[in-house]
């Protein structure tokens, strides 16, 4: 199995998009279109574990990876994410390299950490018919962490220290939030912590991603070393898509 973080490593952009709408039919849409990550967000989204897998098996067939972001990270949502079969996942508001290395236990079965073992029963292990899943499943594993409030920001250099931590994300809303700018990630302290924080992560020799606004701002945040980008989501493309579509074909009739 490929290894996102190796992917994440080799320093070519890679371009995800967020899935937001919970439904297996427009994720298999997303996922034929070329992109070489999509998002299934379980902390905003109206998901379910069960639309979860939904989605992650119509995606299967299709050489994208898949990510998947917790309500929050509690090692229980860890698990059963893990066992249906997402292997990369991006956990939302770490803000310590304590939490951090909490993470990355709940990603490890014993003695590295502490993850449940039910194997036999799990996707992730072809229900019982991998020799030495137990064993190898930790190789396998990305965890990727959301730094998005100014304790995060703070705290960079020790989470990006903490073995097991694949790579960085930023999530520009609520940092902005956290900076006293809600609803306003275009603000230029927003924009200059942003940039900074990149420069960081990149100092550390791990690789950062970010939620980008828009083409402009994802182009300008790969020149600033970001090196996995969200351009969009499949509600924006749906509703900007209706949008201009009624557009075209209403602004010149009478």
């Given amino acids: 199995m490929?290894?996102?973080g190796d992917q994440l490593r080799a320093g070519r952009p890679l371009f995800g998009l967020w899935q937001a709408l919970a439904n297996p039919?427009?994720?298999e849409i997303c996922a034929s279109a070329g992109f070489d990550w999509l998002l299934f967000d379980g902390e905003h989204a109206p998901n379910t574990l069960q639309t979860l897998l939904a989605q992650i098996q119509a995606v299967a067939p299709f050489p994208v990876e898949a990510v998947v972001r917790p309500q929050v990270g509690d090692p229980a949502i860890i698990k059963q994410y893990l066992d249906i079969g997402f292997t990369t996942l991006l956990i939302p508001m770490v803000e310590s390299a304590e939490q951090?290395?909490?993470?990355?236990?709940?990603?490890?079965?014993p003695p590295r950490g502490i993850r449940g073992?039910?194997?036999?029963?799990?996707?992730?292990?072809?229900?019982?018919?991998m020799p030495g899943y137990l064993q190898r499943a930790h190789h396998d594993v990305c965890l990727i962490v959301q730094i998005e409030s100014a304790a995060g920001l703070d705290a960079i250099e020790a989470i990006a220290a903490v073995d097991g931590i694949d790579a960085l994300f930023i999530g520009p809303g609520d940092l902005a939030a956290a900076l006293g700018h809600l609803g306003e990630p275009r603000h230029a302290d927003v924009q200059a912590a942003i940039t900074d924080a990149l420069r960081r992560i990149h100092a550390c020799g791990k690789p950062s991603g970010i939620f980008a606004l828009d083409p402009a701002d994802a182009r300008a945040r790969i020149a600033d070393g970001a090196t996995f980008v969200s351009v969009g989501t499949d509600v924006g493309l749906l509703a900007n898509g209706g949008r201009a579509l009624l557009t075209s074909v209403s602004e010149d009739t009478p």
Avoid: P, Q
Avoid at 100 to 109: D, G, I, N, Y
Avoid at 117 to 129: D, I, K, L, P, Q
């Fill in 100 to 109: 951090a290395a909490a993470l990355v236990a709940a990603t490890r079965f």
């Fill in 2 to 4: 490929s290894h996102f």
């Fill in 117 to 129: 073992v039910a194997s036999a029963t799990s996707r992730a292990s072809g229900f019982g018919s």
């Fill in 25 to 27: 039919y427009t994720a």
